[in-house]
């Protein structure tokens, strides 16, 4: 059975600190690893990786994907408040479905 | 501006009430996803449709029906709402599978089943 698993489930920080998110994955047929971001409505799109090793980076947060090993991690650095959310790793399988697997979603609270 | 549009944001409704959310896209996507995500399970796919006219049915599609008419459109049918499709629902939308399979999401619509 494909399945996505992150830890933790959940995390509290305070202003200024760095954290690390992790996501696992079992599955048959690999695409592509996606993070997004929710804030009490709609997931919002963070990265996209496809190739072990290249780091993707958007200001503070950044990602890479590890295929041998399967899996990848999510970092905050300098965590605001305003990063408090539900962060959501996704697997696309390579089937003809453009189906998408999500893990359970880690939930940040950033604390001032 | 580029979004996906959801509609009701909330509902509440009774059991075996039919209902429609509906679903609508400006960027000329074409594949198109009914999600519904609910504690400690995630998102789950319930449908997609990869173009107009062609649906399939994702993990969870009991219950549900939908229809893709138009390129634009995908709304979710409930035929016979019951209190298990108590659920926070997202509609998605991506370019499709020849690209990069960014799905983008909508506002979510909180539905109760009472």
């Known amino acids: 059975e494909d399945k996505v698993v992150q830890s933790p489930l959940s995390l509290v920080v305070h202003e200024g600190d760095t954290v690390t998110l992790n996501c696992s994955y079992e599955?048959?047929?690999?695409?592509?690893l996606l993070w997004y971001k929710q804030e009490k409505k709609a997931p919002t799109f963070l990265f996209m990786l496809?190739?072990?090793?290249i780091e993707k980076k958007s200001g503070r947060l950044s990602s890479i994907l590890d295929k041998k090993e399967l899996f990848s991690i999510l970092n905050i650095t300098a965590t605001q408040t305003g990063d408090s959310a539900v962060y959501l790793c996704?697997?696309?399988?390579?089937?003809?479905?453009?189906?998408?697997?999500f893990g359970q979603g880690t939930t940040l609270q950033v604390k001032p | 501006e580029a979004q996906v549009t959801q509609n009701p944001r909330y509902l509440i409704t009774v059991t075996g009430k039919k209902l429609t959310v509906t679903c609508s896209q400006n960027?000329?996507?074409?594949?198109m996803s009914w999600y519904r995500q609910d504690p400690g399970l995630g998102l789950r796919q319930i449908y997609y449709s990869m173009n107009v006219e062609v649906t399939d049915k994702g993990d969870v599609p009991e219950g549900y029906k939908v229809s893709r008419k138009e390129k634009r459109n995908f709304p979710l049918i409930l035929e016979s709402p019951s209190p298990n499709q108590t659920s926070l629902y997202f509609c998605?939308?991506?370019?499709?599978?020849?690209?990069?399979?960014?799905?983008?999401f909508g506002a979510g619509t909180r539905l109760s089943v009472l």
């Open positions: 599955v048959t047929n690999f695409r592509s």
């Open positions: 996704a697997v696309e399988l390579s089937s003809n479905t453009g189906k998408l697997i």
């Open positions: 998605a939308s991506s370019p499709g599978l020849a690209y990069k399979n960014i799905q983008y």
């Open positions: 960027m000329n996507h074409e594949y």
């Open positions: 496809t190739s072990s090793g």
